[in-house]
């Protein structure tokens, strides 16, 4: 076998195996996640070490969901804002593309990065959020 011709077949298999199918993130999506960071489109960033909001996730089977905004008590519950933002999930160019609708307003995130523990959407304003997921505090242990 052509040395030059393993080596173009061994780029593209690793090539493959490190670009990321944009449907497997749909499975994290949903869940309590909270602000970690936000990067600015200038470079700058803004760290979050205390957020008394947290963002809940629900994916419906009709690859829709819902965003809403919660404020943990300490007893385990959750306030919520009644706020709801209704959103459809299209995977389009490689991307995974939440498009969300609310009676004031329309925009899109793609999601950057999706897995158990983190969560990566950069906004139309090219502002990159990252979110970790939420553990309440239990103050009963």
């Excluded at 690793?14 to 869940?31: A, M, Q, R, V, W």
Aim: glycine letters at 4%; proline letters at 4%.
């Amino acid at each position: 076998m052509n040395s030059k011709y393993l080596i173009a077949v061994l780029s593209l298999l690793i090539f493959n195996s490190c670009s990321k199918d944009p449907n497997t993130y749909i499975e994290h999506l949903e869940g309590y996640w909270e602000i970690e960071e936000v990067q600015l489109p200038d470079g700058s960033k803004k760290k979050y070490t205390y957020n008394d909001t947290v963002d809940y996730i629900e994916v419906l089977d009709s690859m829709a969901g819902f965003r809403i905004k919660l404020k943990p008590g300490f007893d385990g519950t959750y306030e919520t804002s009644k706020d709801t933002e209704q959103f459809t999930i299209k995977v389009e160019n490689d991307s995974l593309n939440l498009y969300y609708k609310t009676p004031f307003d329309t925009w899109k995130e793609t999601v950057l990065l999706a897995t158990n523990e983190q969560l990566k959407v950069i906004n139309k304003n090219k502002a990159v959020f990252l979110y970790k997921k939420f553990t309440p505090i239990d103050i009963t242990k």
